[in-house]
Nanobody, 114 residues
Framework: QVQLVESGGGFVQPGGSLRLSCVAS????????MRWYRQAPGKEREWVAT??????DYAFAVKGRFTMSRDDTKNTVFLQLNNLKPEDTAVYYC?????????WGQGTQVNVSS
């Protein structure tokens, strides 16, 4: 059974930081491309970042502020969120994909407000 479990969300003031984690089980983690997505209230889910183990790509809205990393020895992927803005408020989802196999976590809520 595949599970992706996110954690690390919370409330933070503008300019603050958070570190999200996603622990995977039931997959050969190192072979999977890992992604982060987010969904703000009333909006479509949007892609945030991708890591395939060799390269990392970011959406324009977060580039320079967010950093994605992975630890294949711990089946864990991270998303460091710096200089947070109110528009970063969303549920953040972890996503694992390999060919036609795609898995999602349950999400972790990030709220940025003064």
């Amino acid at each position: 059974q595949v599970q992706l479990v996110e954690s690390g969300g919370g409330f933070v003031q503008p300019g603050g930081s958070l570190r999200l984690s996603c622990v995977a089980s039931g997959i050969t983690f190192s072979t999977y491309e890992m992604r982060w997505y987010r969904q703000a209230p009333g909006k479509e889910r949007e892609w945030v970042a991708t890591s395939d183990g060799n390269n990392t790509d970011y959406a324009f809205a977060v580039k320079g502020r967010f950093t994605m990393s992975r630890d294949d020895t711990k089946n864990t992927v991270f998303l460091q969120l710096n200089n947070l803005k109110p528009e970063d408020t969303a549920v953040y989802y972890c996503n694992a994909r390999l060919a036609f196999m795609i898995y999602w976590g349950q999400g972790t809520q990030v709220n940025v407000s003064s």
